[in-house]
């Protein structure tokens, strides 16, 4: 044998060993992976599980006195702070005999805790998969360490479907749908809004325009400048559990947050500063402003209340009017008046509610299986004023959209004159995916957008039912000022576009925004721009504009 073949004998021996390691280093990290995945895709399946139970006993529990004596009244502020203080982990065991009250509590802290590291997890998940799928990365003992550590410290890894696998998914930047038909209805990314070290939950433009709010589970709300350099303009500190919901005062001066800590901040938008704080009965999911008057909101919580609040009056229960549900509200709509309020709950209702005698004025039930309503959009005319709504000739919008647990939004005409008529089904749109999860949508309504003048479209349109049917129409893409689009977040990592300007059960998913890394929670178009923001549990928002014509 010469010199140089056994001197490349010798180094074969000596990388042999070295790949060998890095191979099942590998292997073992994939494991670990797969282990997790599984354990966690269970433990998302039971996240809202536990919210319904939580709710369901917590209302046995005040009906009667506890094991230990004390009344069920005070159940959720045990709870609650529980959840602040909750260190371990929600599998592991506590050190005394669970009481109901206590088990009420191990429910709670487990829906915070996942609610709070879902997201951080599932970016360390990626980034952990990421370093397996390269065996050159092993070649780091510091990375190698590092990548084990964040196995053994995450609670949840990837909590999306395994069919939903998304590694190198920040490579994507604004890809968009080659089936869109219409140039001048789609929607490139413009900014990459970054700050947030949680799931975004909520993303809100002021009424304005000049602002966009944005709430996290990082306890945090920032507000940006709504033009086009979108600095960050202010961090509101001060809630103790995740934000769960945003509203703006109708003048843009004043923003109220809600949060899982049972309270509503009202802040003031010059300064950044908190004015005031009001407790809410459970932890409050939902906010809305009076259309027209700042000095009056609304919320709904997990413990089955609707409030009304007056900020003018002495303390908060003076001020208030409560209004009992029979399941927890999850999202509300104010009446341009403020002496009406819609909301949709955990059971699956739509509920009108006059706030002068606390009745409910209609009820609906949105789909057969009684599946929560995650969310409740109302569209608004483009160029609408929210001071002088009610000079308008239509100051109730004609649209609204129902996001509920079965994948599926549904889009109601409410007529011209609700709610003295009944709200008619005209949409059941499908595509994205929100099974198990509070996703979020919005309306774009063109200022010049006429009822079923958006069915005159070439090609094919999508039916109610998913199918494309053939239809000979006249006339060539539509502008997006004549449009009505409803813009949704999904549980994959794209925000949908859809068409529902056409006829009943006609519609066209005219667009799949990509770019987030994660679930999608919230969306909301800009009062004057042609400007979509978009919410992610990847902990960033984006900011999309519309794209330019192609040169023909």
Known sequence: MSASAAGGHASSQQVDPAIEKLVRETKSLKAKIDLLEAENKALKKSIFEL??????????????????????????????????????????????????????????????????NMSIASQQANSTESSAASPGSGTD???????????????????????????????????????????????FLKNDLKGHQGAVYSVQYSPNGKF??????????????????????????????????????????????????????????????????????GFVQCVRFHPQDNHVFFNGTTRNILSMIDTRMEGASSGSLSFKNDAMINSIYVYHDGLTVISGDSSGYLKT????????????????????????????QRGSDGINLAETEEPESRWLAVNSYDNVIRVYDRGFEPPTTVPRLIHSLKGYRNKHWPIKSAFFHGKDYIAGA??????????????????????????????????????????????????DGQYEVLQKLGGHT???????????????????ADFSVKVWGRASKRKK
């Open 51 to 116: 919210s319904y139970i939580y709710s369901s006993h917590l209302d046995a529990v005040r009906q009667g006195p506890m094991p230990d004596g004390k009344s069920g009244g005070s159940t959720d502020d045990a709870i609650v702070n529980n959840m602040a203080t909750h260190t371990h982990s929600p599998n592991s065991p506590t050190p005394h005999t669970q009481t109901q009250g206590t088990v009420l509590g191990d429910m709670a802290s487990a829906v915070g805790q996942l609610l709070s």
């Open 141 to 187: 003992a510091s990375t190698r360490g590092g990548s084990e550590a964040q196995l053994k410290s995450a609670d949840l890894i990837k909590v999306e479907d395994d069919s939903v696998r998304r590694l190198n998914m920040g490579s994507i930047v604004a890809r968009q749908d080659s089936s869109s038909k219409s140039d001048g209805r789609q929607f």
């Open 212 to 281: 966009l709010a944005t709430g996290s589970f990082d306890k945090t709300v920032r507000i940006w400048d709504g033009s086009t350099n979108m600095n960050e303009l202010f961090v509101l500190k001060g809630h103790g559990l995740n934000i769960s919901d945003l509203a703006w005062g109708y003048d843009s001066s004043l923003l109220l947050s809600a949060a899982y800590d049972k309270t509503c901040k009202l802040w003031d938008v010059e300064s950044g500063k908190q004015l005031e704080s009001f407790e809410g009965e």
């Open 353 to 380: 509610w006059d706030v002068r005698t606390g009745k409910v004025l209609q009820s609906i039930l949105n789909e057969s299986t009684k599946k929560p309503i995650a969310n409740i959009a109302v569209s608004k």
């Open 454 to 503: 958006a069915a005159r479209r070439p090609g094919k349109v999508r039916g109610g039912d998913g199918e494309e049917t053939s239809q000979s129409v006249l006339g060539k893409d539509i502008p997006l000022e004549s449009s009505l689009i409803l813009a949704s977040g999904s549980m994959d990592p794209y925000v949908y576009l859809f068409d529902v300007g056409g006829g």
């Open 518 to 536: 994660d679930r999608v929670y919230d969306v909301d178009f800009h009062p004057v721009d042609h400007v979509l923001a978009s919410g992610s």
